[in-house]
Nanobody, 123 residues
Framework: QVQLVESGGGLVQPGGSLRLSCAIS????????MGWFRQAPGKEREFVATISWSGGRTYYADYVKGRFTISRDNAKSTVYLQMNSLKPEDTAIYYCAADVVRMSTLRDDYKFWGQGTQVTVSS
């Protein structure tokens, strides 16, 4: 089992920045990749970014590329999502997730999920 706890969400003005953290515990050795997803009210949960746990390879959704950066600190068992140039359309609950098989953009490939943290971008 893997446990995930997100933090760092909040209210920010358009153009501002936030850094989300995802603390990982449990069977960390089983993790192949970590991902961030988000879900806005009335919408499906969508892929944001993913990072391989060992090699640090990354992949981003087009709508966040160049603005968001995913990173990991293996020693601290933590994954981060640095979000810059935030837009109102980035408002959502952000979830981190763990994949034990591959790097993926598909929600159903991720086995373990955190409880989410709210990000609101508004003036």
């Amino acid at each position: 089992q893997v446990q995930l706890v997100e933090s760092g969400g909040g209210l920010v003005q358009p153009g501002g920045s936030l850094r989300l953290s995802c603390a990982i515990s449990g069977s960390i050795f089983s993790i192949y990749a970590m991902g961030w997803f988000r879900q806005a009210p009335g919408k499906e949960r969508e892929f944001v970014a993913t990072i391989s746990w060992s090699g640090g390879r990354t992949y981003y959704a087009d709508y966040v590329k160049g603005r968001f950066t995913i990173s990991r600190d293996n020693a601290k068992s933590t994954v981060y999502l640095q979000m810059n140039s935030l837009k109102p359309e980035d408002t959502a609950i952000y979830y981190c997730a763990a994949d034990v098989v591959r790097m993926s953009t598909l929600r159903d490939d991720y086995k373990f999920w955190g409880q989410g943290t709210q990000v609101t971008v508004s003036s």
